[in-house]
């Protein structure tokens, strides 16, 4: 990198970085074990400790910000099972974010197809949500008329790149339709109501997933919640944020606490850890806009994810009674931002252990990231197998029938995860409103 | 930069991928736990096993170049910052457990190891090792052999210095020497195990230890006990050793710790407290019940406002979590925490925290004390502001009458986390010229060229003692 260039980054990483939080570290070490970079690399710079060192020593002068800073920026999965180990409360993920920020303002030279993808995914795809549905459309024709077949056969994969044609197995049948094409925008509560819930439909839940998302919405009526689905509301911007792409992630989070607020609803409910992070935290995003304040504030306050509000505030469908003795055996993949940031990652378990047919057996390591990462696995795909690889070692150990998830890219990264190291053909990954929904109201 | 040829030689000695000299790893190797100290080495190299070790010091020797080793860099005393340059030798990749002697109750580890998860693993097998230092979670055998780490478990069970039979370590020269044995007694000549624990990477690397095991306690029990008069809280330390009585663990908070944790923890602890005692006993059930159960009279005897006794592990951990939250919670006060270590006879806890509490009030500067009441072992703690350098400076200046306080009262300037850059002006207060001159001849012994962790423990100057004037 050229030193021009270096300085400019410096100069702009000293304005958006926290310096307070910088000096809050006081480099114990804490984070260094829950760290999934740090136990794959053992690299004191793969640590949140090494990256917050860094971080501050381009700052102060002591190194220059060149692309192995940057690289090692990417390197870091986002998951944040740093903060609560960290017993100074050193805010990482604000940290990271306002590193890759800075970055994004200045980077030339992200890989080509790297390049390609973020500019299709961010700019052109999550921010619409029209086109993701066309998206989900597409990839029903494709899925439809045997071209995935044909694909799949012909190994026309292998034109992909190796990991998004890994990827490209892990798709779920699509239907084509939205939530509320499906359901529509309001869907009254069974029994007595006992509240408004405003649901976040999110954009891939929503054009690949759309089954878990209606589900999700009668899990919620069946528990007295009335259920809300604003028309109006986007992308939740996760992915621009922790890109570094916090322009964009601020406009999304704009149009989308108008959406809900409009709606009045009484909590916002989002099934997927990685959306609900980051709409639990647009206070923080929008914290330098006083303008936002109250009503990010109003936001951030009543997020709260399926299984929480099922677990605190629901009327819980009593489970059918199992037919025979037969116990199915289930693991808890932990989602990284649901366990980490919205401190959810009690409630699955509670759901899932009060299931009568159900034991849940805890895998080693269940709260350390599978690799997934928003689009970590596409752009750093060698961590990411890495870690997928170790992740599967533990859920193997479990012979748990089902591994269960609370985010989509969780899930699809546990599909491709069972696909290549899976010592048991019966084992699927389910995300855990499929998994409920099967058993607490179907029947 | 070191010379092109000197890094062709490591990187022949160690392998290419494990010798680094790029900006990040040098970045990242430039400080450790202590807070404000920063200073990059030249290079950082990962050996995979003692002949590397060997090799790679053995180039270094030729050279002239200084070695520090680095387990994880927790240290408080900036034990592993490269002050003269030179390469750090990171030894995370020497992790194994080379054997676990059931017969002889000893395990043969290399020194990367992380203390927890060898912990784990010996509990897996039934057995015991006890020092448990609260960083453990994260840092290595070879750390706490270096600093002679303690932990909660140190007043009944000792310290890393009473389980290390055997060493096995890499001179200056790069020649390799062994200590001890898995012997439990062994008088061929000087003890160079017990001299090299504790030598905090000044006189060699430590490539291989032999550790002692013990079976471990069936039954446990824990208590708090708070108190409104802090000479109450301090008698009641004293009373129970008189009465014999070894408790696992018997820790301290003086009552602004006490504010802080609850602030935080929200635990609901008393506040008008002056001290709250943490008391556990360990052992068999017999002896458990009945030593708790003196122990409870002493603090009744000696006026304590209330006992609790834990019915369950629950409660027990809660109890125990009230204590582990106090570094937690004060860490979240300001940004920088400065913990210190300084130690006296256990007799003297309540005058020592008086001093502790005139001498922060003096310097005005907040300072909490918390720590192992059973051995005189206290943490002082200032919560302040790296960025606030006249407050920092008066921070150093209570710091440094505190540990003169603390020698006067029959104590010394740390009890466990070592001496390193941080304590090393000190170290002639406790230890006097002549402690120091044979040191010194020690030092010249093992490594007369200087190269192990240069730096650390000898200061240039020893710092003027603080006149106290208690007017
Ligand atoms: C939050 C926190 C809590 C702590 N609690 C305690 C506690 O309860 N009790 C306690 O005693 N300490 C405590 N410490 C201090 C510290 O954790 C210990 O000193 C620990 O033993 C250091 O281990 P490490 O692996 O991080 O070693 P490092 O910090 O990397 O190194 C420490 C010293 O050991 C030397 N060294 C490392 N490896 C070797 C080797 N193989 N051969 C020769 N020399 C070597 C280094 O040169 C250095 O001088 C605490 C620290 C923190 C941050
Ligand atoms: S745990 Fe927190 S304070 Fe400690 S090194 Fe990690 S980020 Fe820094
Ligand atoms: S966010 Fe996850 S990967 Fe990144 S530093 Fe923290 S623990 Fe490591």
């Known amino acids: 990198m050229a030193k021009s260039t270096a300085e400019a980054l410096r100069q702009t990483l000293k304005i958006k970085l926290d310096y307070d939080q910088l000096t809050n570290c006081m480099r114990c070490g804490f984070c260094l074990p829950a760290c999934p970079t740090f136990k794959e690399t053992g690299l004191e710079a793969e640590s949140p400790r090494g990256r917050i060192a860094l971080m501050k020593a381009t700052v102060d002068g002591v190194m220059e910000p060149n692309d192995q800073f940057e690289d090692q920026m990417n390197h870091c999965l986002g998951c944040r099972a740093c903060e609560p180990a960290c017993p100074a409360d050193v805010k990482y993920g604000q940290l990271i974010e306002q590193a890759r920020d800075a970055i994004e303002a200045h980077t030339v030279r992200h890989r080509g197809w790297v390049k390609v993808v973020r500019k299709l995914v961010f700019k052109q795809l999550f921010p619409h949500q029209n086109r993701m549905g066309l998206l989900g459309k597409g990839l029903r024709i494709y899925q439809k008329t045997g071209l995935q077949t044909a694909v799949r056969k012909t190994g026309a994969v292998g034109l992909f790149s190796k990991q998004l044609a890994d990827l490209e197995r892990t798709l779920p049948k699509v239907s084509g339709k939205g939530v509320i094409q499906q359901l529509g925008t309001r869907i009254p509560a069974k029994g007595e109501k006992l509240a408004t819930v ?7 839940m929503d054009s690949m997933f759309t089954e878990t998302n209606n589900k999700t919405v009668r899990l919620l009526s069946e528990a007295g919640f009335e259920v809300i689905i604003p028309e109006s509301q986007n992308c939740c911007g996760a992915l621009h944020a922790h890109s570094g792409e916090t322009h964009d992630a601020k406009q999304l989070a704009k149009s ?8 009045g609803v009484d909590y916002i409910i989002s099934n997927a850890g990685g959306c609900g992070a980051i709409l639990i935290e647009y206070d923080h995003l929008l914290h330098d806009e006083p303008d936002w304040r109250e009503q990010s504030e109003w936001f951030a306050k009543r997020v709260k994810d399926i299984s929480t509000i099922l677990v605190e505030k629901g009327r819980l469908p009593q489970p059918s009674q199992p037919q025979s003795n037969d116990r199915v055996r289930v693991t808890y993949q932990d989602s990284c931002h649901l366990r980490n940031v919205m401190k959810g990652g009690n409630s699955p378990r509670k759901l899932l252990a009060a299931l009568p047919d159900v034991e849940l057996v805890e895998m080693k390591d269940a709260g350390s990231c599978c690799g997934s990462a928003g689009i970590y696995n596409v752009t750093q ?13 533990n859920a193997n150990a479990t012979k748990a029938h089902y591994i269960v998830t609370s985010n989509p890219g969780c899930l699809m990264q546990m599909k491709l995860g069972i696909d290549k190291h899976a010592d048991n053909d019966r084992v699927q990954a389910v995300h855990i409103v499929d998994f409920l929904f099967d058993r607490m109201v179907k029947s | 930069m070191l010379d092109r040829a000197i890094v062709a030689e490591l990187r022949e000695a160690v392998g290419e991928r494990y010798y680094k000299e790029d900006q990040e790893s040098l970045v990242t190797h430039s400080y450790d736990g202590t807070p404000m100290l920063q200073s990059l080495p030249d290079g950082v190299i990962y050996p995979g096993n003692t002949a590397e070790v060997s090799a790679v010091m053995t180039i270094l020797n030729k050279h002239r170049i200084p070695l520090v080793s680095r387990g994880s860099g927790t240290n408080l005393c900036g034990g592993t910052v490269p002050v003269q340059g030179g390469v750090v030798m990171v030894m995370h990749r020497m992790n194994d457990i080379l054997e676990v002697d059931l017969q002889n109750l000893t395990a043969t580890v290399q020194p990367g190891i992380i203390t927890k998860r060898f912990i784990e693993h010996i509990e897996g097998l039934g057995l015991f090792y006890p020092p448990d230092p609260s960083s453990m979670s994260i840092s290595t055998i070879g ?6 780490s303690g932990g909660l478990r140190g007043l009944k069970y000792g310290t890393t ?3 290390v039979l055997g060493l096995e370590c890499v001179l200056a020269s790069g020649e390799i020497i062994r200590t001890g044995g898995k012997l439990m007694k062994d008088v061929a000549g000087y003890d160079l195990t017990k001299l090299l624990i504790g030598s905090e990477g000044t006189l060699a690397i430590v490539t291989e230890a032999t550790l002692k095991l013990i079976p471990p306690p069936k039954h446990k029990k824990t208590m708090l006990a708070m108190f409104t008069d802090l000479y109450g809280a301090a008698r009641t330390v004293s009373r129970i050793i008189e009465n014999r009585i070894i408790p696992a663990t018997l820790e301290f908070m003086d009552n602004p710790t006490i504010r802080v944790v609850d602030d935080y923890a929200k635990l609901g602890l008393p506040l008008n407290m002056a001290a709250i005692l943490l008391i556990e006993q360990d052992g068999d059930f017999e002896t458990v019940e009945r030593d708790i159960e003196l122990i409870s009279e002493i603090c009744h005897a000696e006026k304590a406002d209330q006992i609790s006794i834990a019915s369950n592990q629950e409660e027990a951990l809660k109890l125990l979590t009230a204590r582990r939250s106090a570094f937690t919670a004060l860490a979240r006060l300001r ?11 256990r007799s003297k806890i309540a005058d020592m925290v008086l001093e502790i509490n005139r001498i922060a009030q003096k310097y005005n500067v907040q300072i909490c004390t918390f720590g192992h009441a059973g051995d005189g072992n206290l943490h002082p703690t200032a919560t302040t502001d790296a960025r606030d350098h006249e407050e920092i400076h008066r921070v150093e200046e209570a710091f440094a009458e505190i540990f003169e306080a603390a020698i006067q009262l029959g104590g010394t300037i740390t009890g466990e986390h070592g001496v390193g850059l941080v304590k090393a002006p000190f170290l002639e207060w406790k230890v006097g ?13 093992f490594d007369p060229l200087n190269l192990l962790n240069p730096g ?10 603080v006149v106290l004037n208690r007017g």
Do not use: W
């Open chain 1, 381 to 393: 795909p060698e961590m990411a197998n890495q870690i997928l690889e170790h992740k599967m070692e």
């Open chain 1, 256 to 263: 989308n606490i108008r959406a809900f607020q409009e709606a």
């Open chain 2, 143 to 148: 750390g706490n052999i270096a600093e002679c």
């Open chain 1, 198 to 204: 405003g649901m976040f439909r999110g954009c891939l």
């Open chain 2, 161 to 163: 210095k009473d389980y």
């Open chain 2, 335 to 345: 940004p920088t925490t400065i913990l210190e270590d300084a130690t006296v006879p």
């Open chain 2, 456 to 465: 650390k423990m000898f200061a240039k100057e020893t710092r003027r003692r």
């Open chain 2, 433 to 445: 010229s002549a402690g120091i001159a044979i040191m010194k001849n020690i030092k010249q012994a």
